[in-house]
């Protein structure tokens, strides 16, 4: 048998052991961003206390509270808007932040009351704080957002 072919078989092999990057040299090339699925962004944290739920969403590129919608029943939060970042006079060279339209239904890890709701934009971040509820319901309000300033 071949030298080369046992070689390039014993790396096919290795591959499906350790995965297809494994021999890929990495060191000072260029890596492609990581794809995600369709609704894993925008990213969020989902932090609770006793009476809380606060879910904080990435979201750079927000330019007015209009440009969002947040939507809560008892078991899940729904995030859709579209997001832009304008440069004048620059040109892509490498784009990891979603842009445009989004939208990202996220399940609670309990139940929550549908009101009251606050939600507000500092930083990048989309902040949607929310009471538990342990009593049973399908209620869905749409969430104001307000605008926070520096």
């Excluded at 699925?37 to 879910?55: F, G, R, S, V, W």
């Amino acid at each position: 048998m071949d030298t080369w072919k046992q070689m390039m078989d014993w790396k096919r092999m290795a591959d499906q052991y350790f995965g297809d990057q494994f021999f890929t040299p990495s060191q000072g090339q260029r890596q492609e961003p990581e794809v995600r699925q369709e609704n894993e962004t925008p990213l969020c944290n989902i932090y609770e206390t006793a009476q809380e739920i606060c879910c904080v969403l990435a979201l750079p590129g927000l330019n007015r509270t209009e440009d969002v919608d947040v939507f809560v029943d008892s078991v899940k939060l729904t995030v859709q808007g579209k997001l832009s970042i304008v440069l004048e006079s620059y040109k892509v060279n490498q784009e990891e932040f979603q842009l445009g339209e989004f939208k990202r239904e996220i399940t609670l890890p309990v139940k929550v009351h549908p009101e009251p709701v606050q939600a507000f934009y500092r930083k990048g971040l989309l902040f949607i704080r929310m009471l538990k509820d342990h009593r049973a319901g399908e209620n869905r309000r749409k969430v104001n957002l307000n605008w926070v300033q520096e």
